[in-house]
Structure formats: C-alpha cells, structure tokens
Nanobody, 127 residues
C-alpha cells in the first residue's frame, strides 16, 4: 500500500525557517512528479511547488518563489521543502502528492488529479 508521509511542520516565528519532508513508502516509483500544496482555513487548496524525480525540473508558486526550495533526497523516494523567510500568510496544512511518470507544472498548478496524497503537516507562522 502506497503511503506519503509528511513531517517537519510546527510553530515558527515570522522570518524563521522550516524544512518539510515527504517520504513515499510501499512502492518505489521509477519516475514520478511530486508537488507540495497547502490549504489555509477557509481557503481552497493551492499549489506551492513541484519537482520531477530527476531533480532537475522544479517550479514554484509566485507567492513562495525565492523563499521556498523543493529538492529530492538521495533515496529518491523522499522530497523536501525548505521554507525560509516564513510569513504569517504561509500558515496552512501542507500536503505532498505524487503522480507516477512526468507531468507538466501546469497539470499541478491547475488541480490535476494526483495518484496519492499525504495526510498533511501543519505549519503555523506567528507574527
């Protein structure tokens, strides 16, 4: 059974940093595309960042570009989201999701169906 397990969320002051992890268990994907999404109370889920399993193709939402970095771990089945210069508006539950094979960033940005989702990790940024 495939599971995506997020970790690394927590409470941080504005300007601080957190590093989220997403581990894929139960299956080894030869090639995949993974995205990070977030959802704040009362808002729809939104795209945050995207990476292909090769690690060479990434993309970011405008709201986090230059502050967040998505990367692939050495095990390939782990993806990280380094979040720097956090702002109160970054407060949300962060989810990772994966599609087997390569998909375009537009597919992730426009709400394309994912193969698997994690349960989310809460990030709270205090002012």
């Amino acid at each position: 059974q495939v599971q995506l397990v997020e970790s690394g969320g927590g409470l941080v002051q504005a300007g601080g940093s957190l590093r989220l992890s997403c581990a894929i268990t139960g299956r080894t994907f030869g090639v995949y595309t993974m995205g990070w999404f977030r959802q704040s109370p009362g808002k729809e889920r939104e795209f945050v960042a995207y990476i292909r399993s090769s690690g060479t193709t990434t993309d970011y939402a405008d709201s986090v570009n230059g502050r967040f970095t998505i990367s692939r771990g050495n095990t390939q089945n782990t993806v990280f989201l380094q979040m720097n210069t956090l702002k109160p508006e970054d407060t949300a539950v962060y989810y990772c999701a994966v599609k087997a094979s390569y998909f375009s960033t537009d597919y992730f940005r426009t709400g394309g169906a994912m193969d698997y989702w994690g349960k989310g990790t809460l990030v709270t940024v205090s002012s």
